[in-house]
């Protein structure tokens, strides 16, 4: 589990195609820390550690999670968000983000705002109703709030911290988003379906 708290900014140093995609990620973190097998977040994904180096780390990328993620943009020198797993005691500053990505969301348009940026943003239709005004989202790992939805699309502020900290300075119109919707609002649609199903099946 996750926060969708940004806590480093990586970048990769190398892919290799092997069975699946490695790739080898360089971070500021204290990587002797990093057990083999260790989940970290990698711009919204869930991976697994399989290697690590003095300021490296190296992990494996699934067909399944290449077809799903952005993740099969990745070049070398790509700077992704990174987030090792919550332990327990850890701050939760966030919301609740399991690292699994629901889909891949379009970036409309950019725009100043105060000293924030505001985004809008399209996802795809079938996860579009997960999506609701002052819910949370993840975008590319990073735990927004969202301010207002219409149909398939939506909108969030950027603050100065959030902007710096993270790779969404990168982004402009165009570009494109892993996208993680709130747990707790795919599990209160999935109560309703069954509500539902239960009241036609008496009906």
């Known amino acids: 589990m996750f926060t969708g708290i940004i806590t480093d900014v990586g970048t990769v140093e190398a892919l290799e195609q092997r069975g699946d ?7 500021h973190y204290e990587t ?3 057990s083999d097998g260790a989940s970290i977040a990698c711009s919204g994904a869930c991976l697994t550690v399989v290697d690590k180096g003095a300021d490296w780390f190296a992990v494996d990328i699934s067909k399944e999670t290449l077809d799903h993620t952005t ?3 990745w070049s070398v020198g790509s700077r992704i968000n990174l987030e090792r ?3 327990i005691g850890d701050e939760l500053g966030g919301h609740m983000v399991s690292g699994h990505v629901d889909g891949v969301a379009t970036v409309l348009s950019l725009i100043d705002e105060g000293d924030s ?6 996802v795809p239709g079938r996860i579009s109703r997960f999506i609701a005004s002052k819910g949370s989202v993840a975008l590319d790992g990073i735990s927004l709030t969202v301010n207002e939805v219409e149909a398939d699309v939506f909108g969030v502020n950027i603050i100065p911290h959030t902007w710096e900290e993270t790779t969404l300075a990168d982004v402009g119109p165009g570009s494109r988003l892993n996208v993680e919707i709130d747990m707790l609002a795919r599990y ?7 509500v539902e199903a239960t009241r036609d099946g008496d009906a």
């Open 21 to 27: 995609l490695r790739a080898v990620v360089k971070a």
């Open 32 to 34: 002797q820390t990093i």
């Open 71 to 73: 993740l099969g943009a």
């Open 85 to 87: 797993s919550l332990r």
């Open 117 to 122: 940026r505001r985004l809008t943003i399209r």
């Open 188 to 194: 209160v649609a999935r109560l309703t379906e069954q």
